[in-house]
């Protein structure tokens, strides 16, 4: 099956710092990939959508200074939260879209776990 | 608006008895359907999908969900639920179009807990 990574799977970063996450599709082409953010106990939320070679899409309410994401090839796509503060600490879950074909389906990564002091 | 609904926040199993998951979706057109798993601490795995056809689909693990168009429900099914079956399961949908950006659709999730 797909398998999409993630790296690192867990970073902890003092306040006003920036921090990058990797995600890679690694058997798969990946025209679209996705960006989640899970709460405790709670469901995703979508906070960016990006195709590769062209800018994200955001969410509302999502500033897209403040997590900024580059789909450079069809294999790697990168969240990187500026000037961290307590309240970006979360979980953040990637996700690939292969190309081609209607019936796409969306292959999660492991997550990685944020912790901002 | 579209929308998935999981009535279930919470579910607890004996292991070994049948578990069913319910899921229903509100949508202008039949979606595509998914349910995903997730651990503690881990990303979504996927455990079946509903494009068309035979509306019961199977999936990994032992798991199947029935389509059910009148009841707009997806629910999700496995006969005998093994320990390792304790997890997060989450009830996704998506439309037919809307070009590269399609979106997932979650409902809010069931965690299922296994009791030995």
């Known amino acids: 099956g797909a398998v999409v990574s993630q790296h690192p799977s867990r970073v902890i970063c003092k306040s006003g710092t920036s921090v990058k996450i990797e995600c890679r599709s690694l058997?798969?082409?990946?025209?679209?990939m996705f960006w989640y953010r899970q709460f405790p106990k709670q469901s995703l939320m979508l906070m960016a959508t990006?195709?590769?070679?062209?800018?994200?899409?955001?969410e509302q309410g999502v500033e897209k200074d403040k997590f900024l994401i580059n789909h450079a090839s069809l294999t790697l796509s990168t969240l990187t939260v500026t000037s961290a503060h307590p309240e970006d600490s979360s979980f953040y879950i990637c996700?690939?879209?292969?190309?081609?074909?209607?019936?796409?389906?969306?292959?999660f990564g492991p997550g990685t776990r944020l912790l901002v002091l | 608006a579209q929308s998935v609904t999981q009535p279930d926040i919470h579910i607890t199993v004996s292991e070994g008895a049948s578990l069913e998951l319910r899921c229903n979706y509100s949508?202008?057109?039949?979606?595509?359907l998914f349910w995903y798993v997730q651990s503690p601490g881990q990303g979504l795995q996927l455990l079946l999908k509903?494009?068309?056809?035979?509306?019961l689909v199977q999936g990994i693990k032992g798991f199947e969900a029935e389509f059910k168009r009148s009841q707009s429900s997806f629910n999700l099914r496995k006969p005998s639920v093994h320990w390792s079956d304790a997890a997060e399961y989450f009830c996704?949908?998506?439309?037919?179009?809307?070009?590269?950006?399609?979106?997932?659709?979650f409902g809010k999730g069931t965690l299922l807990t296994v009791n030995p």
């Open positions: 949508y202008g057109a039949t979606p595509y």
């Open positions: 996700s690939a879209r292969a190309a081609g074909g209607y019936q796409e389906t969306q292959y």
């Open positions: 058997d798969f082409q990946a025209t679209t």
């Open positions: 990006s195709n590769e070679g062209s800018k994200a899409t955001y």
């Open positions: 509903y494009f068309s056809g035979d509306t």
């Open positions: 996704a949908a998506r439309p037919h179009s809307g070009g590269s950006n399609y979106k997932l659709t």
